[in-house]
């Protein structure tokens, strides 16, 4: 079956503009995660989804950051007001149920310049 | 932050060689997972060893767990140049499903 797919699968935008990421999990997957990843070391986790609410959202750097999966499904995280700090490889990974293997999509290679 | 480390930072093999990466963390785990990653992009999800497990075989992997010291390790046997990548550990530690990742081991197989 079709794996974690994520896009777009490269951004490039401007320093203070608005982004969106968007992640579609394997189906029949309830539990949705997202994961930063800077040059050099291990994704960082963001945000954990089981359904529809976002069960832990202790990750997010800042307010700018926001995720929302609306229908239990494909989910999108929302960057506002984009800085040069955020510039990373966000990662999506979705698995059966929170705490079993998670499985992760190609990523989005984000740059703010 | 980070939980996990991974020893050693970089790794560089003949092929046919085995490799052999170490992973430390910190805190109680559920379980631990061991991926792979290419060219900084997706990982591909490897092997699971659960906390009440100690080795796990798969194909040419073969992972053990030690939660007494809080460490594990990764082998793989008879490597091939496709086998260049970099490798994680990851934990869930406190929640149970959020992933610790390490900085990862760099391993390179030369023909």
């Known amino acids: 079956g079709a794996g974690v797919s994520q896009t777009p699968s490269n951004k490039v935008t401007e320093k203070g503009k608005y982004v969106e990421l968007r992640c579609d999990p394997i189906s029949g997957h309830t539990a949705l995660y997202w994961y930063r990843q800077s040059l050099g070391q291990g994704p960082e986790f963001l945000i954990y989804?089981?359904?529809?609410?976002?069960?832990?959202d202790s990750g997010l750097p800042n307010d700018r950051f926001f995720a929302v999966r609306p229908e239990g499904s494909v989910s999108t995280l929302k960057i506002q007001r984009t800085e040069r700090g955020d510039s990373a490889v966000y990662l999506c990974a979705s698995s059966l149920w929170g705490g079993e293997t998670q499985y992760f999509g190609p990523g989005t290679r984000l740059l703010v310049l | 932050s980070q939980q996990g480390e991974e020893d050693p930072q970089a790794l560089s093999i003949q092929e046919g060689e085995n490799a052999t990466m170490n992973c430390s963390y910190k805190?109680?785990?559920?379980?631990l997972q061991w991926y792979r990653q290419n060219s900084g992009r997706g990982l591909v999800h490897l092997i699971l060893?659960?906390?009440?497990?100690r080795e796990k075989h798969s194909g040419r992997l073969r992972v053990t767990l030690d939660t007494s010291k809080k460490s594990s390790s990764l082998l793989i046997t008879a490597s091939r140049a496709a086998d260049t990548a970099s490798y994680f550990c990851?934990?869930?530690?406190?929640?149970?499903?959020?992933?610790?990742f390490g900085k990862g081991t760099s391993l390179l197989v030369t023909p």
């Open positions: 990851a934990t869930d530690g406190d929640s149970g499903y959020a992933l610790n």
């Open positions: 060893i659960r906390s009440n497990e």
């Open positions: 805190t109680s785990i559920n379980n």
């Open positions: 989804f089981q359904g529809t609410g976002a069960a832990d």
